[in-house]
């Protein structure tokens, strides 16, 4: 998968609540260029308007903004939480964070369809809420 580089992976033991996990999902993406510094207030914001619709499925949220929110090139980046990160008005928790950096409407359809088809695969979820290290984790999404 061309849109997610090493540098963007990390694994981190918890946040303090959901909003420092967006902060902490997106600080690879800032940091490396990727996104302004806003977009991830940007998630916030969008977040407490609209609820915690980047909980796509147990344990997984796809962190995302509008291109014009903040995002400057396509990228992903993955965190993953060792002790599951809480929203609020919802039941289930997230631990393993793919935040989406999108710089047009279409760039990163081809890496949801990829990102979508491994977290379809219950065994796959597994292994990688069980990484070891960002390396193993990177490699579980190429």
Request: charged fraction near 25%.
């Amino acid at each position: 998968m061309d849109l997610l580089k090493l540098e963007n992976v990390q694994i981190c033991e918890r946040a303090a609540d959901w909003r420092d996990a967006i902060r902490t999902a997106v600080l690879p993406l800032e940091r490396n260029g990727y996104v302004e510094p806003r977009y991830k207030e940007e998630i916030i914001g969008n977040l407490e308007k609209l609820g915690p619709y980047i909980v796509i499925a147990e344990n997984v949220a796809l962190p995302h903004a509008r291109p014009e929110q903040g995002a400057l090139k396509t990228q992903l980046g993955v965190t993953l939480f060792r002790e599951p990160v809480h929203f609020d008005d919802k039941d289930t928790p997230a631990r393993l964070f793919v935040t989406l950096a999108a710089q047009d409407a279409n760039s990163h359809l081809d890496a949801l369809v990829a990102v979508s088809e491994l977290l379809d695969q219950p065994e796959k979820v597994e292994q990688i809420l069980a990484a070891k290290d960002a390396e193993t984790l990177y490699n579980y999404f190429q």
